[in-house]
């Protein structure tokens, strides 16, 4: 699969916006991110945006996912955002005593509360949530990839409420719903073989510049490939 896998990042479509805000820590007071809390903003694009960016507001996360699928990044992963600083009857396992937001990557999703998201903010989330995880080697699992409820239970028990899609969000993040099937990819009449994933379709980036009659470098340090 390495060499089929190679054009993913590429080719996937997502990229992340930088929007930046006040609201935040510099640095995580020696922390690391262990989980992802997943959140609702109960509100709309740019509202909910700018709501995040007031210093007023003393509220951010580290990432908004909008309902067209853009990845806006308001705090660094390395900083602290102020998503969930306040515990309240906690049902997270990896909860220790100290502020969350130390040691977890908060992602809100445009949206009302109780709304369902769109698919292109579910696939936009859900490239966020394996890109964030394999950075920070976070287990895929139920105590790792959580909701805010589970950290205030009493105040947030519909952050990100009944919509969000836990089951099939953890079944893709596990790979075990991942659709694959082949399928071919004619490029000026060269037939190239790829797979489908997801209702996406992987071809080798060298074999589609190669027919295009274009170069292709790959640089194995920056693992990036170069199309000229
Ligand atoms: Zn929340």
Same mark, same amino acid.
């Given at each position: 699969m390495g060499d089929r896998l190679q054009g993913v990042k590429k080719i996937s479509g997502f990229e992340v916006e930088w929007a930046g805000?006040? @609201?935040c820590w510099r640095g995580r007071g020696g922390r690391v991110p262990v989980a &992802? !809390? @997943?959140h609702i903003t109960d509100g #709309?694009?740019?509202?909910c945006l700018l709501w995040m960016q007031n210093p007023q507001a003393g509220v951010s996360a580290n990432y908004l996912v909008t309902k067209d699928g853009r990845i #806006?990044? #308001?705090v660094k992963d390395e900083d602290t955002a102020w998503a969930n600083g306040v515990v309240n009857k906690p049902s997270w396992t990896l909860y220790d005593g100290t502020n969350p @937001?130390?040691?977890t990557i908060s992602i809100e999703h445009e949206g009302m509360a109780g709304d369902q998201l769109t698919e292109s903010q579910y696939q936009a989330t859900l490239w966020l949530h394996r890109r964030l995880a394999e950075k920070y080697a976070i287990p895929l699992d139920e105590d790792h990839i959580i909701g805010h409820y589970r950290i205030d239970s009493v105040n947030r028990p519909n952050c990100p409420g009944p919509g969000f899609p836990w089951k099939r969000l953890m079944e893709d #993040?596990?790979?075990e719903n991942s659709e694959m099937a082949e399928v071919r990819v004619i490029v000026k009449g060269k037939e190239i073989p790829g !797979? &489908? &994933?997801n209702d996406r379709a992987w071809v080798p980036v060298r074999d589609i510049v190669e027919a295009l009659e274009n170069r292709v470098e790959w640089d194995g340090n920056t693992r990036t490939v170069i199309v000229s």
């Open positions: 805000t006040p @609201n &992802i !809390v @997943n #709309l694009m740019p509202g #806006l990044q #308001l @937001n130390r040691y #993040l596990k790979g !797979v &489908i &994933i």
